[in-house]
């Protein structure tokens, strides 16, 4: 099937008349398939770069600003919660008024955001500053993916987002490495203002080069009171995972955000069936090989993101590198990621999406497992392994299950559907972080005070002993200032093994998140929709 696109050949302003997308004109910069992707890459570097390069500043703006350490928290949080809230909005917004325009104002905004953080002199400023960024980096992400299916013919989608899926899994797994030394030789200011340049670059080439296909049947109108349902349900979701390791699972806050969220999501569904022109049509989600792909991008998510963040602990604390050093010895699955995306995007197309995801899948879970077996004394060369095998793994599920939902939703639906590949992926990594830290923090909390004792350590208090529990969750040792060296060697020891024995039970249950993916991954198939967009000649 062919669908119609309303091309605007000159940039925002004029539109020329309804033609096919197979006769689009060839020649030139504007349109041209491989200089949009490079032009997408720019903007969306930025905003996974954001979610990782923060965490090592984050000490620097404490001690420089004065901040405490819940308020440096929601440096992060800010961020994630404003993304994760808007991501399907912004991706409808898209769909509407152009991916083209949608793209260009979120680089505007996110690097005159990141700018301003740069400048600010309180906590509240950059706080503030980060939800804006949040906001606008979810205005570019499905606006990216909705340029790419609109410009790539379908022979050529997989591969255009398995370098997509490269540039943001390179960005997310360098950020670390690039904020040390940023940090370490610059300042914290420099983390932040070294996006206006990317940003000026994106825009520029946005200019010149992006071409603004919008669908004969795209949305006129807005469903205002679903936005308000979905957004009030994300947030109260999102909410809850992000505040559940502070309050704790039991606490009728967590479960009061938890039921709100559920109870927002079926009211969202049912006012969707009765609007005309809804935010999310819920019949996308007759698609199973769609629905099955978000499923896919939640799970796989909760296995990455969730035990990637105990090995940041791990290589650190445990191992005691730097921030630095910790980050190049990520960069087997940096690495991997980044040459096996687009050779990932070559076999999909080849083979449908079905068997790499699987095989993936199967890949991250081994990976998990084989995580869960590290020790206080593993080698680089062992890490390395699990490291590599990991990023071969995540390489074919973040191309494949972003195909399968692009593809299999309607062109004029590309950027909700963008919004929920976006949407899950954040979902799934807030998730993985609440569910798989509360895995960590049950099992130190039960195993702590027998291994203090048999190492015949002096009894804790309660209080004490709750305040060693938080220390050991992130690989700390509690030792006292003054303690004798022996004393504080046993101390060392028990906490560093302690950590370990939670790492082990988390990775575990992310290696058995993940064979619950291999079976989601054989829902999958290749996406229905994936001509709709074809392309400018010039491939």
Request: charged share 10%; aromatic share 8%; net charge negative.
């Amino acid at each position: 099937m062919t669908s119609q696109t309303t091309v605007d050949p000159s940039g925002p302003g004029g539109e020329a008349p309804l033609t096919p997308a197979d006769q689009q004109p060839a020649g030139g910069l504007r349109g041209h398939p491989w200089f949009t992707l490079i032009t997408v890459a720019f903007g969306v570097m930025m905003v996974a770069l954001d979610g990782t390069i923060v965490a090592i500043a984050n000490p620097a703006i404490a001690s420089d600003l004065g901040a405490t350490f819940a308020e440096v928290q929601w440096i992060t949080n800010a961020y994630f919660l404003a993304l994760a809230v808007s991501l399907i909005t912004a991706g409808k917004l898209g769909d509407r008024f152009g991916h083209r325009q949608t793209f260009l104002i979120g680089v505007v905004g996110f690097a005159a955001a990141s700018g301003a953080i740069g400048l600010s002199d309180s906590i509240a400023l950059v706080v503030t500053f980060r939800v804006f960024q949040g906001l606008f980096g979810a205005l570019l992400m499905p606006a990216a993916l909705g340029l790419l299916r609109a410009t790539f013919p379908a022979e050529k989608l997989n591969m255009a987002i398995g370098i997509w899926g490269m540039v943001i899994g390179a960005s997310t797994a360098g950020g670390p490495i690039l904020g040390g030394v940023l940090v370490e030789h610059v300042n914290w200011q420099s983390v932040f203002f070294i996006n206006v340049p990317v940003g000026v670059v994106a825009l520029g080439l946005g200019v010149l080069i992006l071409l603004d296909h919008r669908a004969e049947n795209a949305p006129r109108s807005f469903d205002l009171l679903g936005i308000a349902l979905l957004s009030a349900a994300m947030f109260c979701l999102v909410w809850a995972l992000i505040k559940a390791p502070e309050w704790g699972w039991g606490d009728g806050r967590t479960w009061a955000f938890l039921v709100g969220s559920v109870v927002l999501f079926a009211a969202f569904a049912f006012w969707e069936t009765r609007v005309a022109e809804p935010l999310v049509p819920l019949g996308l989600f007759r698609s199973v090989a769609l629905s099955a792909g978000v499923v896919l991008m939640v799970l796989m998510a909760i296995a990455f993101m969730g035990g990637l963040f105990f090995v940041t602990f791990y290589l650190q604390n445990v191992h005691g590198m730097s921030p630095i050093d910790a980050g190049l010895h990520l960069l087997p699955l940096t690495g991997m990621m980044i040459v096996g995306s687009p050779l990932a995007g070559a076999l999909i197309t080849k083979l449908g999406p079905r068997v790499p995801l699987a095989g993936g899948m199967v890949c991250v879970a081994i990976a998990m497992f084989g995580m869960s077996t590290l020790e206080t004394d593993t080698g680089s060369g062992i890490m390395s392994v699990w490291f590599a095998l990991l990023g071969l793994g995540l390489a074919p599920v973040m191309v494949g299950a972003t195909e399968v939902i692009v593809g299999n939703a309607p062109m004029e639906l590309s950027g909700v559907a963008g919004g929920l590949q976006q949407a899950a992926m954040q979902i799934g990594g807030s998730l993985g972080t609440a569910v798989l830290g509360a895995v960590m923090a049950s099992k130190v909390d039960g195993d702590l005070a027998g291994n203090w004792k048999d190492a015949g350590l002096p009894e804790l208090t309660p209080e004490q002993l709750d305040q060693a529990s938080e220390a050991v969750q992130v690989g700390v040792a509690p030792v006292a200032q003054g303690t004798p060296a022996a004393i504080a060697a046993k101390i060392t020891d028990v906490a560093h093994d302690t950590f370990i024995s939670g790492m082990s039970l988390a990775s575990l249950v992310a290696a058995g998140v993940a064979v619950v993916a291999v079976f989601v991954a054989l829902l999958t198939k290749r996406g229905e929709n994936a001509e709709a967009g074809a392309g400018v000649g010039h491939i």
